[in-house]
Structure formats: C-alpha cells, structure tokens
T-cell receptor, first 116, second 111 residues
Framework: DAGVIQSPRHEVTEMGQEVTLRCKPI?????LFWYRQTMMRGLELLIY????????DSGMPEDRFSAKMPNASFSTLKIQPSEPRDSAVYFC??????????????FGDGTRLSIL | DAKTTQPPSMDCAEGRAANLPCNHS???????VYWYRQIHSQGPQYIIH???NNETNEMASLIITEDRKSSTLILPHATLRDTAVYYC????????????FGTGTRLTIIP
C-alpha cells in the first residue's frame, strides 16, 4: 500500500517567493496533519484537518502560512512570501478514527525546504 | 496534555535489549502513552501505545508503572536499524488529535 506521499522532496527558493508543499494522504484516512521540524524547535504541529475541514490551526506561525484540503486525497501548505526562517523539514501525516481506538499517524518522508 | 521527561541520549549494544524510560508524572486518567521513533531523514514512525496495561507488538513492549507516572519502552533485541530518536508522548485517545513531540531520546545501537 502506498504511504503518505509528499512533494517535492526538496525545495530551494529565494526569499519572497511563494512556496507550495503538497501531500497525498493514505486512502481512507480522514485526518491529515502538517508538521514542521527544525533543530531549534523540534517537531511542531502546524494544523490538522478532519474530513477536509481544518480543526486546529493554532500552530500556524503567521498569516504567511495557509493550508487547504480541497478533497480527501490532497492537501497543500503554502507560504507566501517565504522567509529564510521558514527553512525546515515539513511533514504531512494521516490517520483514521475507528470508534474510540487510537489509530497511529502515518508520516510522509517530508519536504526539505531551504529559503535563501 | 501531560509533559514527559526522557533522557537525551542512550547507547545499547547490538543484540541486547534497549530499555528507554519516560517520566509522565502529571498524566491524567484518560490519557494514553504513545511511542514514536524517527530514523534519520525519515518521518516519525508509530511504535506502540498503552493506557495502564503492559502492551507488546512485533516491534516492542511497553511497560507502564501501576501509578502510571512512568513507562519503559523495550526493544528486545536491538539492531543497528533501531538507531533513532524515540519520542514518548502523552495524549488523549478521543480521536486522532494532535500529538506534542518533545525532544525524545537519541538511541544509538553500538555494533
């Protein structure tokens, strides 16, 4: 089975440019999470969706960041305009809810973003 | 969510059992203990979770103390591929809500 698919794997761009990160969750999963990982701050949750609806975006750093989930099989995280401090590895994860049982989050391989 | 305390790093000889401790003294009654690990350059990987009973799966065993204030993740026969950062996370089991990753324990398996 295909896991969570993220693209691109690597992105290098100049400050001020728009960056769009993409994620395809595992089919059948109804939760989708976006995380950011840096050496200084570790792994942080930015936002998560349930059934394509944003549930908690309290981790989104500022208005330059936006996330959408137009359908169950696709999500984007956009940064506009980008700044050097946005350089990080961005992970997408998905999971599903089965009653009250915990279902693990499955992570993609991440997008390594460098803003020059 | 309850906070966790883990040692920053540990070494373990290949083939031996790796025992990773986690303190979570402020855990509440409906919160679970989850363990994930992150191998270099990869996304985190789920290992195991539990409430108050010991749990075992194909990857590891989880031992939770009776007062639930601490737990230990056991990798019974560590291999070099188990070298990773291991995260102990406390969270609710009510839905797949957010997980707060701390700094974890960097486990190095020594040949």
């Amino acid at each position: 089975d295909a896991g969570v698919i993220q693209s691109p794997r690597h992105e290098v761009t100049e400050m001020g440019q728009e960056v769009t990160l993409r994620c395809k969750p595992i089919s059948g999963h109804d939760y989708l999470f976006w995380y950011r990982q840096t050496m200084m701050r570790g792994l942080e949750l930015l936002i998560y969706f349930n059934n394509n609806v944003p549930i908690d975006d309290s981790g989104m750093p500022e208005d330059r960041f936006s996330a959408k989930m137009p359908n169950a099989s696709f999500s984007t995280l956009k940064i506009q305009p980008s700044e050097p401090r946005d350089s990080a590895v961005y992970f997408c994860a998905s999971s599903f809810r089965l009653g009250r049982g915990h279902q693990p989050q499955h992570f993609g391989d991440g997008t390594r973003l460098s803003i020059l | 969510d309850a906070k966790t305390t883990q040692p920053p790093s540990m070494d373990c000889a290949e083939g031996r059992a790796a025992n990773l401790p986690c303190n979570h003294s402020t855990i509440s009654g409906n919160e679970y203990v989850y363990w994930y690990r992150q191998i270099h350059s990869q996304g985190p990987q789920y290992i195991i979770h539990g409430l108050k009973n010991n749990e075992t799966n194909e990857m590891a065993s989880l031992i939770i103390t009776e007062d639930r204030k601490s737990s230990t993740l056991i990798l019974p026969h560590a291999t070099l591929r188990d070298t990773a950062v291991y995260y102990c996370i406390i969270g609710s089991n009510f839905g797949n809500e957010k997980l707060t990753f701390g700094t974890g324990t960097r486990l190095t398996i020594i040949p």
